[in-house]
Each structure stands twice: as C-alpha cells, then as structure tokens.
C-alpha cells in the first residue's frame, strides 16, 4: 500500500507539519500490548463467492463456500472473522448436500461455528455460508494511512452527484475483507479463490485473476466469475464494479490492463505506460518472473489511502488520474506510487508478511523498489533525490524515531503504518545493498523470494536469506535496524597533521544508548581525485586516519551517502564548494546547497554556489535553489536576478520555471509582469500557468484576483490551488465564501488541501461572521486524529494565533480574539 496522507499534502503544509515534527516534544515509546502472529487452528484453502449488490440499501447479498483445513491439531470448531453481517445459513457441505451447523454470532464479528465432530490436520472440509454485508452500518474506524475500514465501498450508488461515478470498490488492508466475506482475516493466511459478482450489465468487474465467464442474470444483469488459482492472503481479496473503460497493453504475453474513467480513458497509456518496462525491470533484476498471470490497474473514486496492491489488480486513488495537460508536469513522484504497488507483486503478495509486526517485508521492500525503478528509467540522481526525500522525512519527524522497525508492541496494527515502515524501512534496505554490493543483495532477494513462495515470512527469513548468499553473519545489521530503534546522531570533525601528512576524521555519535555498527567510505580528494578508504563504526567515537601527499581540499565521510544519519558535518564552506563541483553524488550537492543556503545573505562564496544550483544538471536540485532565494534580501537578490530572467527564457523544465516564476514575483518588480503574463496565457504547463497566476498576484494584485476569478469553474488542480493562494493572499470577503463553500465540499483527505488557503486568510477576514466561520474549520481540522498523530493541532493553535494578531487595529478585534481564543482552547482541551 502507498498511503497518501502525509506524502500527498501540499507542499506548504508539508513544512509547516515537519517544522512541528521538530519542535520539543515529549519522547515517543514503544506501548500497548504484545501483537502475537495470529494463532492457526485451521488454515483456509479455498475460497468460493457468489456476490450480489443492492445499491439502494448500500448491501452485498452473499454466499460463500469456505473450505479449510485444520493446521496441527485435530478441530471441531472454526473461527470466522465477520464484521456486522446478517447471518442466514450456516452449513457443512456433504457432496452437494448440506448439513446445518449450529454457530455463534453474539459479537457480530467472530462467527463461532461448531463443525459437529472432530477434524483432523489436513482433513479438508467446506462450509458453506450465506449472508448479508452491510459496510455502511459499520461502527469502524480508520487511521491516518487508511482513512476508513468498512471493506466495501459504494461510490454515488443513487445517482445523486451530477458528473460522480456511480463505483463499487473494496479495500482490504488491514483487516477490511472480512467486512464483505467471512475469513480468517489475518495476513498469515494463503487461499485460492473465485468471486462470482452479479451486477448491472452496463458495467465493467474486475476481480483477482482471471475471468473465466461472463452470463447473463436475468434483464440488465451479467453475472462475471472470476478465478484465482494461486494462494494469497485474504486482505489482498478485491472487487470493483463500475462504468470503466479498458486499455489493454501486455507484456511477454501476459495481460496487463489499465482500468479508468471514460472521461481518462484517452490518457491511459500516458498514465500507466512504463508499466510493462516496469515488469520487464522488476522480473530481471530481482531473477523472479512476474509471478501473476495478469496484472491490471484501476482507478477509484473518493479512495481511503493512496494505493493497493491487490494480487493481480492494483486499485489507485483518483490522483493518478490525469489528463493530457496535467500529465505535462507529472514527476517520478507521482509514478512512483505505480513502482510502489508493482513491487508488492512480489513483497507483500508472492511472499506476504506473516504478521502486522513484520509488515516492513512488505512496505519497505516496496519503497525500496521505488528508489530502484527510478535509478533504472531515470538515473542515478532521480533515485538519489528520491531517497534523499524519503530519509528526510523520517529524519525530521521526531514523533516516530523511538519505534522499532519490526515491533510486535502496539496499540493498533495501524500503527505499523508509518514513516519507520515505509521511509526508514527503505532506506534501510538501500543501505543493505550498499553494504552487501548489488550482486550479492539481488541474489539474496531472489533466494528469499524462491524460498518464501506464495507463503509469508519475516524479516528473519530476509536475513538468512541475505546470509546464505554472501557467507556474512547479519545479525548486528538487523539487531540494529530492524529490531532496534531510532539512528545514529554523530558530528564529525577534521585534523590535518602536517608534519605527519595525516588526514584525520572523527565521527561520534551522540543518541542515547549503545552505538550504532556503520560501515562506510571516506573520500579524500587530492589534486581532484578521491582517494578512498572503507572503514567499519563499532564505538561511540572513532578516528580514521589517511596518510596523503598533501593537504585534501575536501574529506568526503559516507561517500555512498545511504548511511540514515543525522550529522553535524564541521566543514567549511569552502569545502562545501568543493563538494558541490567535484563529489559525484546528487546528496553531495544538496549538503553543499543547504549549507549554502544557510549563508546566502552574508557570504558571496555561499551565493556563488546558490547560483551554480540554480543551474544544476538535475532539475530538482534547481528547484530546490530557487525556491529558497531570500529574494528580500538585497544582496540576493542583485546576484540571482539576472540569473533568474535569463532561465525564465531559457528553461524548458515546467517545474524550474514555474520555481523561476514565483521568485520573479516575490522580487515585486513591475518589469516582469509581461513576462508573467505571457506564460500565464502561453504556457502548456499547468504548474508554470499556476506559478505565474502566483507570481501575478504579487506584481498586480488587482489583476491577479481578475484572472484567478477564471479558475473557479472546473480548473485542474494546479491552478486551482494557485487561484486558492491568491484568493488566500489577496481576496476579501467572496473570495473567502469561495473556499469556505469549497472546504465544505471536499470529502475525505481532499479537505486537507484548503488547511493552508484557509490559515493564510484569516488574518485577512475582520468581519466577525466571516472570521468565526474560518476558526470553525480550522477549529474542525485539528480535532482530526489522523492529523492530530502529525501535530496539526499545535499548527492549527499558532494559524488561530497569528490570525487573531494580524486583526489587531481593526473594529472587530476584540470579537476576533476571543473567538480565536476559544478555539484555541478547545483545541488545547480536546484529548
């Protein structure tokens, strides 16, 4: 699963969450109660569905033919989980006869069923079951990766949205399948299975496996079975009815088809194209085929996470959904989602994860693979910048570094969900490879594939794996990383012994609790060339020596850049600027840009490589310079502008131009507006057309709230939240009635999107009524769990503050601030 809470926030928000992230906070800590892999007492075989809609009522009408085994001991009992369904037979199947058994149901979500006499391990029986579903009754809850947990879902079912789908769709993971079919509804679980879905015939299905038949049902029904013949884990389970249009691709044979709205249709190759060369990729270099028949992707309205990788049908929110001028300024950032849930074909699906606990086999292999695909298509610096990215994110959020990796203490196994699985994980597996070298790592991934096949493992299972293939004993790797908490703090200090001509380097960690192991390089550069010298971290604090013919212009500590380190580098900037031109890593430039950066207002050296990064061969890293210009600085701003005129020319990239742009406006130099609005009218790119409208509004504001005026009516996302930011910025009352009308609109994570507009304009709102309604939903906003877990709340009570300070002077200041007041305290109360 790729889930989009945090990673699908605007970027303005991101900050503003990760600034929170490092503000003094009480320590987390593992807690809650022992999570045990779930005990086997019967394991299912196969499962068989027959399944019936009512859209009127929200139902699934449903029979089931369950057959199962018992594991190691002899049974006369079974266990189902199944979440507020109506329960109409029970029986033991007899050949084609059945025979009623007696159940208990008090709890409305085990099914207890006295099977009437003893089984023994490995005697197959089946039962059958019939039932009703009733997913919108559900007294569930979700969490901040997966927004709800009722299984299935019917999208506009009446009809009721003008221009909505009407969509069925189910969701899984974690513990959602049984919310729609009795199972044992844990990961460690394999079966094969054939769903039957009887729907409306002017619609599309699409299930795990294959369809094997379609039959008509009766007037205006269609009855499409489809079959899955190799064993996966109930969670995987999927359905999707709805008016879907199909394009069909393929790759070595196989199908591989992508499933949108008809509306997208036209853009599904420009979506989902470098599928097969995904395929093709993953197959290769992991030595393990595609291990599915088929592999199809379809796109849902009104989705709870970001993605699933359902064996064989990848279900994706409606954000990958694009035309073809959105799909202009479409990043590896938003392909990788399509990596991520591929790569769990094999980590998470072929081999599953037999507990919650150990879900990072799953999660973290897929991260992982993200970073691998974009190395492949896109090159080595796209891959770095991508995990740079990712180790960042980890790095700064300071809530989540107390957590184990592999953890079986937990509140709720949504709590596995987070950025230790995902962003830490990962970066922990890429730092593995760095260590074992690619031959030895791939090799090791294939033996644990092979070993593991259509069954569940551990991260155990990974490390003996990785241990069989390079003769290495693991165990510090994993006690540390995957078993242990937290990462290494270190600074690392320089001495240069002339007499000696002996470089030497320091590096000492100073977390709590005992040191990490590191292995790393160092480079020394003499006269432009790296001398490079491997060494291996076991204490606290250790000094490596090099002797050298001269004094180094730069010492390079983790030349690889993967170690996940939070360091205090003590470089020079001249060092950093050496960095900057000689190192050959994408995250050595990023260190010698941010340690400009930090500089640019005083130091012309630290400018110079602020300008150098303005032009860097890797797009990103442009974006990054410019972004940060403090162009209210005087001496900044007469070295970049020139600069900055001449890429808003030159450049190509939508992304640094749409950079170049907005710093061009906070430069609020009436020179460029034609330059602006030449793009704003010109430009194919949607984030360059958004940028400029952006950028207007501080040349000519007055002009700016005309042309945003535009955008209110059916505009792709980019200007819509460039309209948004200048209504935010500069607009009055009607501009704030249009968020507000908006905000109040949106469903689900889209809401989150308004945080940022909403916070910005309410300093600006003196009228009482106005002002009262933007604290409402601010007030609403930080009372979210899933935002709360992130700190919204303290960011929410800081906007409420600064808005209430920004109105001192006005007539209604006094009514502004007690109301403000009293949100504040509200929210400071609510537990």
């Not at 291990?291 to 996470?305: F, G, L, T």
């Not at 849930?341 to 081999?351: A, I, K, S």
């Not at 260590?435 to 991934?445: H, I, K, M, P, S």
Request: hydrophobic content about 40%; some cysteine; aromatic content about 10%.
């Amino acid at each position: 699963m790729k889930y989009a809470f945090l990673a699908g926030l605007p970027g303005c928000l991101l900050v503003a969450f990760v600034a929170q992230a490092q503000a003094p906070a009480a320590p987390a800590s593992a807690s809650g109660p022992y999570r045990a892999s779930a005990t086997k007492i019967n394991d299912l075989v196969h499962t068989k569905l027959a399944v019936r809609f009512d859209y009127a009522k929200r139902y699934l009408y449903g029979q089931e033919w369950v057959t199962l085994k018992p594991h190691g001991y002899a049974t006369d009992s079974l266990r189902l989980d199944a979440k507020g369904m109506d329960i109409k037979t029970v029986a033991l199947m007899n050949g084609s006869s059945q025979q009623p058994l007696k159940y208990d149901y008090s709890d409305q979500e085990n099914l207890r069923i006295n099977l009437g006499r003893l089984f023994k391990p490995g005697e197959q029986y089946m039962v059958y079951i019939e039932y009703t579903a009733k997913p919108d009754e559900l007294k569930v809850k979700g969490s901040a990766a997966i927004t709800d947990a009722k299984g299935l879902y019917f999208i506009n079912p009446d009809s009721t949205v003008k221009g909505k789908p009407v969509q069925i769709w189910t969701q899984g993971e974690t513990e959602g399948s049984s919310a729609w079919f009795p199972t044992i509804d844990r990961p460690n679980q394999k079966t094969t299975e054939e769903i039957a879905m009887t729907v409306p015939a002017k619609y599309v299905t699409l299930s795990n496996g294959r369809l094997v038949s379609q039959t008509p049902a009766g007037p205006g029904l269609r009855t499409d079975t489809w079959k899955m013949d190799e064993p996966h884990s109930p969670y995987l389970f999927m359905m999707a009815v709805g008016d879907f249009k199909i394009y069909k691709d393929t790759w070595r044979g196989k199908e591989v088809n992508y499933y949108l709205e008809p509306k997208y249709a036209p853009f599904a190759k420009q979506i989902f194209g470098n599928t097969p060369d995904m395929l093709e990729f993953y197959s290769k270099r992991l030595g393990v085929e595609f291990p599915w028949n088929k592999y199809a992707q379809i796109v849902a309205r009104d989705y709870v996470s970001g993605a699933m990788e359902n064996t064989t049908a990848t279900l994706h929110g409606e954000q990958v959904q694009m035309t073809d001028k959105e799909l202009v300024d479409r990043e590896y950032s938003g392909e990788s989602v399509i990596a991520h849930e591929l790569f769990h074909q094999w980590f998470g699906d072929y081999v599953t994860a037999e507990s919650w606990s150990n879900l990072t086999v799953n999660e973290s292999m897929a991260d992982f693979g993200e970073g691998l695909y974009a190395e492949y298509k896109y090159g080595q610096d796209a891959a770095d910048m991508h995990n740079f990215r990712n180790a960042e994110r980890y790095l700064t959020s300071k809530r989540d570094v107390t957590k184990n990796l592999v953890r079986f203490y937990y509140n709720d196994k949504e709590d596995m969900f987070d950025l230790v699985t995902y962003q830490k994980g990962g970066a922990i597996v890429q730092m593995l490879r760095t260590y074992l070298g690619d031959d030895v790592f791939f090799a090791g991934l294939q033996k644990y594939l092979q070993d593991n096949k259509f069954g569940n493992a551990e991260a155990h299972q990974m490390r003996l794996a990785m241990e069989a293939v390079s003769g290495k004993d693991l165990n510090w790797f994993y006690n540390q990383w995957y078993y242990g908490a937290g990462h290494p703090v270190v600074t690392i200090a320089y001495a240069w012994d002339a007499a000696a001509k002996k470089q030497s380097v320091t590096v000492k960690q100073t977390q709590e609790g005992k040191p990490f192991q590191l292995p790393f390089t160092i480079d020394y550069y003499v006269n432009g060339k790296p001398v490079h010298q491997q060494v291996m971290m076991t204490e606290a604090t250790q000094t490596f020596t090099m002797p050298l013919a001269a004094k180094p212009d730069l010492v390079n500590v983790d030349a690889d850049k993967n170690l996940l380190w939070d360091k205090t580098d003590n470089k020079q900037l001249a060092e950093y600027a050496y960095q900057y031109k000689h190192a050959p890593r994408l995250v050595d430039r990023a260190e010698a840009l941010e340690a400009a950066l930090a500089q640019q207002t005083t130091s012309p050296a630290a400018r110079a490589v602020v300008l150098a990064a303005m032009q860097d061969k890797y797009y990103e890293m442009r974006v990054a310079a410019i972004s940060t210009l403090k162009m209210d600085n005087k001496d900044v701003a007469k070295a970049a502008t020139p600069v900055l005129r001449k890429l808003a020319t030159t450049e190509k990239e939508p992304h640094v131009l749409a950079a170049t742009l907005r710093a061009l406006g906070a430069l609020k130099d009436r020179k460029d507006e034609k330059l602006v609005m030449k793009e704003l009218a010109n430009n194919p790119s949607l984030a360059v057309q958004g940028a400029a409208l952006r950028a207007l509004g501080d040349l000519n504001p007055t002009e700016a709230l005309s042309r945003a005026k535009a955008y209110e009516v059916d505009a792709p996302a980019a200007l819509t939240a460039a309209m948004m930011s200048v209504y935010a910025q500069q607009g009055g009352p009607a501009q704030w009635a249009f968020i507000r009308d908006r905000y109040d609109a949106a469903n689900g994570q889209a809401k989150y999107r308004y945080i940022a507009p909403m916070t910005q304009m309410l300093g600006r709102l003196d009228d009482p009524k106005a002002f009262s309604e933007d604290v409402t939903r601010i007030q609403q906003l930080a009372m979210i769990p899933q935002l709360k877990a992130y700190g919204i709340d303290k960011a929410m009570v800081t906007a409420l503050q600064k808005g209430a300070e920004a109105q001192k002077g006005k007539p209604n200041a006094a009514q502004n601030q007690a109301t403000a007041d009293a949100a504040v305290k509200a929210i400071q109360a609510a537990k």
